[in-house]
């Protein structure tokens, strides 16, 4: 993983909810589109707050979008 241990599945409940873009999850979370990519990229760890936020806009629970990926 590039440089967070949280994993996501952002990019797989945008395109089950219709093929949302980026763009559009951004506006919905109140980011820049430049953070969702960072975020699907693995880049970077969200915030609790904003971590909710997006599950919110894409109509999930958190656990179903993220995920953490436990250091051996």
């Known amino acids: 993983m590039a440089g967070t241990a949280i994993g996501n599945e952002i990019r797989r409940l945008r395109f089950a909810r219709g093929e949302m873009t980026q763009q559009a999850l951004a506006d919905a979370c109140g980011v820049t589109r430049q953070t969702i990519i960072a975020l ?30 436990k250091p051996e």
Not at 49 to 67: N, Q, S, T, Y
């Open 40 to 69: 699907e990229a693995g880049r970077y760890a969200p915030s609790l707050e904003l971590g909710f936020r997006i599950a919110d806009a894409l109509g999930v629970r958190i656990e179903e979008v993220f995920h953490w990926n």
